[in-house]
């Protein structure tokens, strides 16, 4: 294809009448090259600053800044792997990482699973499944900080979940004030959050499963349990590793739901602090610790790196 | 290689939303606060613009009026966050010329010399305030008043008389002291089977304060509550919890949440303000009919008050204006001006003496009203000045594990103060 300066180059060097023919040219004249390496630079600059602004300086500076002391107001001084070495006798950092780690372990199975069991709920063409396919997708686009407050009632002591369970028997339940039941129960909330979220990305992923295969199977005589597990998983199961991937590094991160059924002190003596919570205790404010905070933060930018590898080499090996 | 590159890339790009803002240099200030009060200045309140606009505005063009060549600007910040709003002003050099804040707040802007010291740039002014007023502004270990004094507050403890009647506790004779509130919770959780509870939350440093504990020591270098009192306290509170005279949620709770609980009737007291008394009229008519209005719980016979300050920001150009500025918003008209837009109560001398908070008219609010104004004439600020909220955090989940027994009073108390001192000696 050629660009207008090209073309331009081409014209002016046009051989004279009756001279011998040029010798053949290379394809890319000097032109070309000269004006290409910056274009595109142009072209991305926009993006590029909005990146290195909000995401590679404050990244960098992070970095940075776990190797100091800083605080809010007081700029901080060079203190090594102090405040890796404070981590290791941080039992509150312990409890994060415990905590955050069992969130993965209790939401990703779930996320994986149960919007691909939505989604061939609602992948079938009959009438009115539109309005389940858009019920299951409200919690999605509803704020996280509306979804959290109306779990919280609804578990209270005197909430909707406790007046059922005392109505059949079984008693009250202290969903908020024991330590595992608060934790498993914004681990529902993350699950009942997302299910719309991740189902979609499987409606858009079943629908590509060539419909002859569940025929062909159909006739071999596979009943719909062996069907989904010959057919339907292995169709999509590049998706399930990519829904693995989200939802592990959100799980490993999460902040909201905990912070708003648990509390801002982090559950029953702060035995439900997840890292990110953490991060934020520690480091905001204005006697906030800007290098300690910063430190956990790598911690959790480690972590959320190993976990993607560690999915994503799963992958590869299934591949193999 | 492509996908673990993508996804290596995927992952910095998570990783960084837990960014951490750099801090900021800042100019040093350039005049004196006794020159001409002139030019531009801007004031920053705590979430004030919604429902005293009206007065704010007309404060700003009397002082523009009584001082021609100023211009103030106007800014207001939502409640919530707003610590880190100002500690991303301070750390970028944006910080107001005068500034809302409470004396938590102002230590560490003290401490980085962002605050104006008054004792030495508008000590005229002093005399005008009350003296404990004046004081709550200084901080323990550094010389001199960082803020003028404004608003105070202090609330007295509501309680629902048909929960005491329905335990067979007397309506009529409420809790005073920590040692009516201990047998009083312990004698409703008893007669109601543990589905009423006393309190929704678990002692806070305020709580500490009003049973006679010592919360720092003298030289104010080092946390002192986990002496003998501090134990005790807390022990007894361990005590009541094991009998679920506490919210089964208490250990959990927020200011918010425990006004929701006594909203909701399941627990029989809670400490409030008289702000609070026109929202149970309108959100829970059933409870407004049983409505008591008692005294602060303290056993030293001293409330715990609260008090608003309004600082001027060191770094300011136009010092002089600032300062005047900052004089005007909280001198005593202003001040009575806005005690009658809002149940609050003015810091300066002699404004407590006037009849909007001596003379009874029969209602509610100004029962409560009077009954504030005049706790306030011993009022001590209980919460001191250098305990963050970090501390708080770590000082409840201290607390926390006592109650759940899993550790002694005292070794929770140790634990606290341990933890507390090592986060002052790095602020």
Not at chain 1, 58 to 64: A, G, M, N, Y
Not at chain 1, 125 to 138: C, E, L, N, Q, W
Request: charged residues 20%; contains cysteine.
């Amino acid at each position: 294809m050629k660009t207008p300066t090209a073309i331009r180059a081409t014209a002016a060097d046009l051989p004279a009448e009756g001279a011998s023919p040029p010798p053949p040219r290379r394809r890319s004249p000097r032109g070309i090259r000269r004006q290409l390496p910056t274009s595109p630079w142009l072209f991305a600059a926009p993006g590029l600053l909005v990146i290195g602004a909000f995401i590679l300086y404050p990244f960098l500076s992070t970095l940075v800044n776990a190797f100091t002391d800083k605080r809010t107001l007081i700029p901080g001084e060079f203190v090594g792997l102090d405040n890796f070495r404070e981590l290791l006798h941080d039992d509150m950092f312990w409890i994060g990482l415990r905590n955050s780690t069992l969130y993965v372990l209790g939401v990703v199975p779930a996320l994986v699973l149960l919007p691909l069991l939505l989604a061939l709920l609602v992948q079938k063409h009959i009438p009115g499944i539109t309005f389940f396919r858009s019920a299951f997708y409200t919690p999605v686009v509803a704020s996280i900080v509306v979804v959290g407050l109306i779990w919280v009632w609804m578990l209270d002591d005197r909430g909707l979940v406790n007046a059922v369970l005392e109505a059949v028997g079984v008693g009250k339940v202290g969903f908020l004030s024991d330590q595992w039941l608060l934790l498993f129960s914004a681990m529902g909330v993350t699950v009942w959050k997302g299910l719309g979220y991740y189902m979609i990305i499987y409606l858009a992923a079943l629908a590509n499963v060539p419909r002859e295969l569940h025929e062909a199977a159909a006739v071999d005589g596979a009943g719909a349990v062996r069907r989904f597990l010959t057919v339907t998983v292995p169709a999509v199961r590049s998706t399930m590793v990519l829904v693995g991937a989200l939802a592990s590094v959100a799980a490993f991160k999460v902040f909201s739901e905990v912070y708003l059924m648990a509390g801002p002190s982090g559950g029953p003596a702060g035995e439900d602090t997840t890292l990110v919570m953490l991060v934020q205790r520690v480091g905001t404010g204005l006697t906030g610790r800007v290098g300690y905070a910063s430190a956990i933060s790598v911690v959790v930018f480690v972590v959320t790196v190993a976990l993607m590898l560690l999915v994503l080499r799963a992958d590869r090996k299934e591949d193999a | 290689m492509r996908i673990s590159r993508r996804a290596l890339a995927t992952a910095a790009v998570l990783a960084t939303v837990l960014p951490l803002s750099a801090c900021g240099g800042s100019d040093s200030g350039s005049s004196d606060a006794s020159g001409k009060v002139e030019g531009k200045i801007t004031f920053q309140t705590w979430n004030l613009k919604a429902e005293f606009k009206d007065y704010f505005n007309g404060v700003i063009a009397d002082f523009e009026k009584k001082n021609p060549g100023t211009e103030v600007e106007w800014v207001d910040r939502p409640a919530e966050g707003y610590a880190d709003k100002i500690s991303a002003d301070a750390a970028g050099g944006t910080l107001p010329d005068v500034v809302n804040v409470s004396p938590d707040l102002v230590a560490p802007l003290a401490k980085a010399g962002l605050a104006l010291d008054l004792d030495k740039e508008a000590s005229e002014y002093r005399k005008e305030y009350l003296d404990g007023a004046w004081k709550s502004h200084q901080i323990p270990g550094t010389e001199g008043t960082f803020a003028f004094p404004w608003y105070l507050n202090t609330g007295p403890v509501f309680y629902n008389k048909k929960l005491f009647k329905d335990a067979g506790l007397d309506p009529e004779k409420p809790p005073k002291t920590y040692d009516d509130v201990f047998e009083a919770g312990t004698e409703m959780a008893k007669n109601s089977k543990g589905k009423v509870a006393a309190l929704a939350n678990v002692p806070a440093i305020e709580d500490f304060g009003r049973y006679g504990v010592p919360l720092m020591n003298k030289e104010g270098t080092g946390f002192a509550f986990n002496d003998a009192k501090g134990v005790e306290l807390l022990t007894r509170y361990k005590k009541l919890y094991d009998a679920e005279g506490l919210d089964a949620q208490a250990l959990t709770a927020t200011p918010e949440s425990a006004g929701h609980k006594f909203l909701t009737q399941s627990v029989a007291m809670n400490p409030g303000s008289a702000l609070d008394l026109a929202n149970f009229k309108k959100d829970a008519p059933s409870l407004y009919k049983n409505i008591g209005i008692t005294d602060q719980i303290s056993s030293t016979g001293k409330a715990n008050m609260y008090v608003m300050g309004v600082m001027v920001n060191s770094q300011t150009k136009q010092k002089p204006a600032a300062v005047a500025f900052a004089h005007f918003v909280t001198d005593k008209t202003r001040q009575m001006q806005f005690a009658k837009q809002v149940a609050v109560f003015p810091s300066t001398e002699g404004s407590l003496d006037d009849p909007y908070f001596t003379k009874q008219d029969g209602t509610d609010e100004t029962k409560v009203r009077i009954a504030a104004a005049e706790s306030l004439k011993t009022a001590e600020n209980y919460t001191p000045v250098l305990f963050s909220e970090q501390m708080k955090v770590e000082l409840k989940n201290q607390v926390a594990k006592a109650l759940q027994g899993k550790q002694s009073p005292k070794a929770a108390l140790d634990n606290a103060v341990k933890t507390c001192d090592r986060l002052l000696k790095q602020s």
